[in-house]
């Protein structure tokens, strides 16, 4: 049986659910979702500046576990930008935490 997962902190609501290339219909595109916690993470190691151990602290979560989301979520952003995809941002659940059986973290 596997360890459930850490269930995340995220404490920042985006202002919007899509960014998308200028010009093409959202409906031509293909979506990569960015999941809350990816969202946080990015906010907090990027946005807001903070150390991995700062922003795990912040998140509820280990160091490494931070690392793996914000890994994540860079892949996803960048995957975004290269090959021109949406980015769709999944909203945080009213909670504020978040958890993921399919991360395993």
Do not use: W
């Amino acid at each position: 049986m596997p360890r459930p997962p850490c269930p995340r902190c995220i404490r920042h609501t985006p202002p919007s659910d899509y960014f998308k290339p200028a010009g093409i219909p959202l409906r031509e595109l293909r979506e990569i979702i960015l999941a809350p916690d990816e969202m946080e993470a990015i906010r907090l190691a990027d946005f807001e500046d903070l150390y991995n151990v700062e922003a795990a602290v912040k998140m509820g979560v280990s160091r490494q576990t931070f690392d793996r989301i914000v890994g994540r979520a860079r892949r996803k952003i960048a995957e975004a930008l290269v090959q021109g995809q949406a980015l769709r941002i999944e909203r945080p659940a009213k909670s504020g935490r978040v958890t993921d059986p399919a991360l395993g973290d």
